[in-house]
């Protein structure tokens, strides 16, 4: 073979890789995700798994849409959403109704052009005996509820209501109140996860909200 048909092989192979290359590595490269489950004890019959998204790179990842599934012990589907995660990164998985027992929560993220999709899955225990849900950051919970309850514009109701006490943290000594008004309970939300106004008696002393 003359060096006159070896030229143009070699500038049709030249060509071939670098468009090869050029269609295998992606323009841009998105940052890794990682979700996970915040409660690390029991659930309440009607209680809520909060599930947080982070990147590798911005830490909490706001407004993306999680897809969640519950199934009991019998892989049977009892639940099944779509939640956004709040400017905290933490979305909000409210359960009702659901019977004492073992179930997996299976949580998706699809992913976008910025950043890659992940998920997770883990055992729940539900019980009837929960009072006080566990979760590893309470202060970024109480952030959550917080901004839930702004969003959705709920008023608090002046009448009787259910109490729950705030979230404990099994990674802080202290737990400190989401930033608010101090015309609230520090402590003390409604069933819908709102902070509960104060009550004040005659001498214009907080009343103890769990004698409500």
Excluded: C, W
Aim: hydrophobic fraction near 30%; aromatic fraction near 8%.
């Amino acid at each position: 073979m003359e060096i006159k048909d070896i030229i143009p092989l070699v500038i049709i192979i030249f060509v071939v890789v670098i468009v090869g290359s050029m269609i295998f590595t992606p323009l841009s490269s998105a940052q890794d995700t990682k979700l996970s489950i915040l409660n690390t004890g029991d659930i309440g019959e009607n209680g809520t798994v909060y599930v947080k998204l982070t990147s590798n790179q911005n830490g909490s990842l706001s407004d993306k849409q999680l897809n969640v599934k519950i199934t009991n012990d019998k892989g049977e589907e009892v639940y099944t959403d779509t939640v956004k995660t709040h400017a905290t990164g933490v979305a909000i998985v409210k359960i009702s109704n659901f019977t004492s027992g073992n179930y997996n929560i299976n949580v998706t993220y699809a992913g976008d052009e910025n950043y890659t999709a992940s998920s997770i899955s883990q055992k729940i225990t539900v019980s009837g005996d929960v009072t006080q849900e566990e979760v590893e950051n309470s202060t970024l919970v109480e952030q959550t509820l917080a901004q839930e309850a702004a969003s959705s514009g709920s008023s608090q109701s002046s009448g009787s209501q259910s109490y729950q006490t705030s979230y404990s943290s099994r990674s802080s000594s202290s737990s400190s109140s989401s930033s608010g008004s101090s015309d609230y309970y520090s402590n003390y939300y409604d069933v819908d996860g709102s902070r509960v106004l104060k009550e004040y008696d005659e001498s214009g002393n907080v009343i103890d909200p769990s004698n409500l």
